[in-house]
């Protein structure tokens, strides 16, 4: 059965398994802060993976059934 999104949430078989988030949360802790200070920011280069042929497509922030947070 198809999945199908209504206010923020996506349903399968009639159950929620993801509800769509306001932003991302902030999982930081003094020693991811500590490292990205030392580091930087990630930025993720999506440049490196653009293809004319392929559409990329995102989403999220979304928690899924299982507390996991998706963005991507």
Not at 8 to 29: H, T
Request: charged share 30%; aromatic share 10%.
């Amino acid at each position: 059965m198809p999945e199908r999104k209504q206010g923020g949430e996506s349903y399968r078989n009639g159950l929620v398994y993801a509800k769509q988030l306001p932003d991302l949360p902030d999982y930081s802790n003094p020693a991811t802060r500590e490292t990205e200070k030392q580091l930087g920011p990630f930025n993720y280069d999506q440049e490196g993976i653009r293809n004319v042929d392929i559409e990329i497509v995102t989403r999220g922030p979304y928690e899924l059934d299982n507390g996991a947070i998706y963005q991507g």
